[in-house]
């Protein structure tokens, strides 16, 4: 059963940085793929980047390429989102979640999620 555990986020000013974790657990962490969501007031929920099992592949929205980088170590469990050039936009509540196969775009296909962390960017 998939348990999340999200940690990092805090105030930002435009165009700093933060690094956000996700501790697993419940599963093998190790043959499920990864992915970082957000969910900002009146927004509709987004994923924001994804990462294969064994971490050889990973995708971005659009909205963050170029600027937020995913990855993941195995052995701790964990994945982590590292984040540049933040924006005002980007204020929001990160979740991470798992899933066996791909991470789904919706965020109505998942039953769990953990409490997350909040990003807030703001001068």
């Known amino acids: 059963q998939v348990r999340t555990v999200e940690s990092g986020g805090g105030l930002a000013q435009p165009g700093g940085s933060l690094r956000l974790s996700c501790e697993a657990s419940?599963?093998?962490?190790?043959?499920?793929?990864m992915g970082w969501y957000r969910q900002a007031p009146e927004k509709k929920c987004e994923l924001v980047a994804t990462i294969t099992k064994n971490g050889d592949s990973t995708n971005y929205a659009d909205s963050v390429k170029g600027r937020f980088t995913i990855s993941r170590d195995n052995a701790q469990k964990t994945v982590y989102l590292q984040m540049t050039g933040l924006k005002p936009e980007d204020t929001a509540v990160y979740y991470c979640?798992?899933?066996?196969?791909?991470?789904?775009?919706?965020?109505?296909?998942?039953?769990?999620w953990g409490r997350g962390t909040q990003v807030t960017v703001s001068s």
């Open positions: 419940g599963f093998i962490f190790g043959t499920y793929a």
């Open positions: 979640n798992a899933d066996r196969w791909f991470m789904s775009e919706s965020c109505n296909d998942y039953d769990y």
